[in-house]
């Protein structure tokens, strides 16, 4: 009998602790939902909302009055495009393994405006028709993408006005240098000629000075030149094959690297703006190969496909990591923008040790500016 009553009193006290237990994790969990740092709501796979927190309710603007009236049903709540996914494909998914890792959709509030959040629910038993919800609210993270997204097409769009009006410069400014100084010096040539011719004779001083006044205006007039194709070069007007080949050429006046061309298309034609971007990305791609790479061969190679064009720049030299000089490089940088700003892609294929090849698709028939990024690998 004694042992009767104290194994009974053992049970009572076992269940007591047990019961103390019990009391102590709800009390948490009921701070942890109480604390209203993420939105907790209970549903059924019927649509209900069974039970839901403040934050929840602050998220999707309702009352607690509305809630304990049933009037609020996730699926209700659920804008139908969003319903349509859950019901095809997040509600079987989750039925089999009793969980979803969080995804992105949007309530209704209230008011019928939406919300976008961040969910992510479990069943509360293996096959059970009952789980919990965690809702974050991603209307402010949602803004800030979208100002991000706003200024940096800003950005673009900025540079994209900036390459334009720098090539305009650049054009107006040969030209200038072409007609106005190209002339004058042709005349201040010809006048030194001249005196040389009249006064030479008498005063030989003074031819000699005409002389060497005639060969400083021959070299000025080849800096002349030199700056005038630099800035726009000639090669241009004749087609993207001739002004790959001038820049070849120039290239080629240095003897540490070989440069070699290979069009397939000498008669390829190409607008001014696609011609314009393409010599820039060559022109900036050999400067870096002059100046970084200890190549000894480079080859320029430019192909079209039925609808596009596609230009390679690849050197044998010591090759870097994109990645890690992105962020401080500017010819890299330019070439993309450019490229973009024709609805073109550009890759570049470079890691130590391996050389680098710089490739970009051009498409023939872009109209907009629909642009993709830059890929490194
Ligand atoms: N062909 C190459 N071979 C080896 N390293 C290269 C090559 N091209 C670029 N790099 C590396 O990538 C970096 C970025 O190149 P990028 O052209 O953007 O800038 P930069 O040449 O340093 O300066 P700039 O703004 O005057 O062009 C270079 O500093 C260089 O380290
Ligand atoms: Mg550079």
Same mark, same amino acid.
């Given at each position: 009998m004694?042992r009767l &009553?104290a194994?009974?009193? @053992?049970?009572?006290? !076992?269940?007591?602790?047990?019961?103390?237990?019990l009391e102590q994790r709800e009390t948490?969990i009921?701070?942890l939902?109480?604390a209203?740092?993420i939105?907790i709501?209970?549903?059924?796979?019927e649509g209900? $909302?069974?039970?839901a927190n403040?934050?929840? /309710?602050?998220i999707?603007?309702?009352?607690?009055?509305?809630l304990? @009236?049933g009037? /609020?049903r996730?699926m209700?709540?659920?804008p139908p495009?969003w319903l349509a996914?859950?019901?095809?494909?997040?509600i079987?998914?989750?039925?089999?393994t009793?969980r979803?890792?969080?995804?992105?959709k !949007?309530?209704?509030?209230?008011d019928?405006s939406r919300?976008p959040?961040l969910?992510?629910?479990?069943?509360?038993?293996?096959?059970?028709?009952?789980g919990v #919800?965690?809702?974050?609210?991603l209307?402010?993270?949602?803004?800030?993408?979208?100002?991000l997204?706003?200024?940096?097409?800003?950005?673009r769009?900025l540079?994209?006005?900036r390459e334009?009006?720098? +090539?305009?410069?650049?054009?107006?400014?040969a030209r200038?240098?072409h007609?106005?100084l190209?002339?004058?010096?042709?005349?201040?040539r010809?006048r030194a000629s001249? &005196?040389?011719?009249?006064?030479?004779k008498?005063?030989p001083a003074? *031819?000699?000075? *005409?002389? #060497?006044l005639t060969?400083l205006?021959?070299?000025t007039?080849?800096v002349?030149?030199?700056?005038?194709?630099s800035l726009?070069p000639a090669?241009?007007? *004749?087609?993207i094959g001739?002004a790959?080949?001038?820049? #070849?050429?120039?290239f080629n006046r240095n003897?540490?690297?070989?440069?070699?061309?290979?069009?397939?298309?000498?008669n390829l034609?190409?607008n001014?703006?696609r011609a314009?971007?393409l010599f820039r990305? $060559?022109?900036?791609?050999?400067?870096?190969?002059?100046?970084?790479?200890a190549?000894s061969?480079?080859?320029?190679? /430019? +192909?079209r496909?039925?609808?596009s064009?596609?230009l390679? $720049?690849r050197?044998?030299?010591?090759?870097?990591d994109p990645?890690a000089t992105?962020?401080?490089?500017?010819g890299l940088?330019?070439m993309e923008?450019?490229?973009?700003?024709?609805?073109g892609?550009i890759?570049?294929?470079?890691s130590?040790?391996?050389g680098?090849?710089?490739?970009?698709h051009?498409?023939l028939?872009?109209?907009?500016?629909? *642009?993709?990024?830059m890929?490194?690998t």
């Amino acid at each position: 009998m004694l042992r009767l &009553l104290a194994s009974q009193a @053992a049970t009572s006290l !076992e269940n007591t602790r047990l019961y103390r237990e019990l009391e102590q994790r709800e009390t948490k969990i009921r701070r942890l939902v109480d604390a209203n740092i993420i939105g907790i709501f209970i549903w059924d796979f019927e649509g209900h $909302v069974l039970e839901a927190n403040d934050a929840f /309710l602050r998220i999707v603007d309702y009352d607690r009055e509305d809630l304990m @009236a049933g009037r /609020l049903r996730w699926m209700d709540l659920t804008p139908p495009e969003w319903l349509a996914r859950d019901l095809s494909q997040w509600i079987p998914q989750h039925k089999v393994t009793g969980r979803l890792e969080p995804f992105e959709k !949007e309530y209704f509030r209230k008011d019928g405006s939406r919300v976008p959040v961040l969910i992510g629910v479990a069943t509360f038993e293996a096959g059970g028709n009952e789980g919990v #919800a965690f809702v974050l609210d991603l209307t402010e993270r949602k803004k800030a993408e979208h100002r991000l997204r706003e200024s940096y097409e800003m950005l673009r769009e900025l540079t994209s006005r900036r390459e334009t009006a720098r +090539e305009e410069e650049r054009k107006h400014i040969a030209r200038e240098m072409h007609d106005d100084l190209g002339q004058h010096l042709t005349a201040l040539r010809m006048r030194a000629s001249m &005196l040389a011719v009249q006064f030479g004779k008498d005063l030989p001083a003074l *031819a000699e000075q *005409a002389q #060497a006044l005639t060969a400083l205006v021959d070299n000025t007039m080849r800096v002349v030149r030199g700056v005038i194709a630099s800035l726009r070069p000639a090669a241009l007007d *004749a087609g993207i094959g001739a002004a790959l080949e001038w820049l #070849a050429a120039e290239f080629n006046r240095n003897p540490r690297t070989v440069c070699r061309l290979r069009v397939q298309d000498e008669n390829l034609v190409l607008n001014e703006d696609r011609a314009i971007v393409l010599f820039r990305v $060559v022109q900036e791609a050999l400067t870096n190969v002059a100046r970084h790479a200890a190549a000894s061969q480079v080859t320029i190679t /430019l +192909e079209r496909t039925p609808d596009s064009c596609v230009l390679e $720049v690849r050197d044998d030299g010591q090759g870097f990591d994109p990645l890690a000089t992105r962020k401080r490089s500017f010819g890299l940088a330019g070439m993309e923008e450019r490229v973009l700003m024709l609805g073109g892609r550009i890759v570049v294929v470079s890691s130590p040790g391996n050389g680098c090849a710089i490739i970009v698709h051009l498409p023939l028939f872009h109209e907009t500016g629909d *642009a993709t990024d830059m890929i490194y690998t």
